[in-house]
C-alpha cells in the first residue's frame, strides 16, 4: 500500500526552516555583504557592546532617505546602520516612522561621538524635530528604543566596524539634502 502524507505535514519541516533562515537574511549575489534582508538592504553582522546585532545598510541616497520608516517592530538586536562618504554632521529626523529608535552616531573609526532617543511622531504630525550629531560622524547606528541605556552606551566608546562594511562605497550626498 502506498503511503502518501497530508501536505500540512510535509510543509512543515520548511515553515520552521524558513522561520530560522529568513531573520539571518537571504543570500544575495548582488549585495555587498552577500546577503540581504526581507526589506531587500544588504544585511551583516555587527558587535555592539559584546552582543551581536543584525545590522541593515543603508549606504545609497535612496535607502539612507527611506530608513526605517513604515516598520512597526524591530527586533531586540536588529538595527540600521548609515554610512556616509565622510565624517559630516548628521541629522535625522523620524518622518513615516512608527518607533521610537535610539541612534548612535559613529566617527570614521567607530567611536561613539553621540547617542540620543529619537521619538516617533504622533499620526498627522507636519514638523519633526532633528536629531543632529554635534561632531561629525560617518555612521549613524538606529538602535531599538533602550538599546543605549541597556548596553551602557558611552561617549568614547568604539564599537568596531566590520570589514565587509569598511569596503562599501557609499554615494555622496547632496549639500541640499538632510540625511534622513
Avoid: W
Avoid at 117 to 133: D, G
Amino acid at each position: 500500500m502506498l503511503k502518501t502524507t497530508t501536505p500540512a505535514k510535509s510543509l512543515t519541516p520548511l515553515l520552521l526552516l524558513a522561520l530560522f533562515i529568513l531573520p539571518l537574511g537571504c543570500e544575495d549575489e548582488n549585495s555587498p555583504t552577500g546577503r540581504t534582508s526581507p526589506h531587500g538592504l544588504p544585511v551583516t553582522t555587527m558587535t555592539v557592546a559584546d552582543e551581536v546585532f543584525t545590522i541593515e545598510l543603508a549606504y545609497t541616497e535612496a535607502t539612507r532617505t527611506q530608513g526605517l520608516m513604515y516598520r512597526d517592530t524591530l527586533g531586540a538586536n536588529e538595527g540600521m546602520l548609515f554610512i556616509f562618504a565622510d565624517p559630516e554632521i548628521l541629522s535625522f529626523y523620524m518622518r513615516n516612522c512608527l518607533i521610537d529608535l535610539d541612534i548612535v552616531f559613529l566617527d570614521a573609526d567607530g567611536r561613539i561621538v553621540q547617542t540620543t532617543t529619537m521619538t516617533a511622531p504622533t499620526p498627522n504630525q507636519q514638523s519633526f524635530e532633528h536629531y543632529s550629531s554635534v561632531f561629525p560622524a560617518q555612521y549613524a547606528l538606529e538602535l531599538p528604543v533602550g538599546t543605549c541605556q541597556r548596553l551602557n552606551l558611552q561617549i568614547g566608546q568604539i564599537i568596531q566596524i566590520p570589514d565587509v562594511i569598511k569596503r562599501i562605497t557609499p554615494e555622496s550626498r547632496p549639500l541640499s539634502i538632510g540625511a534622513h
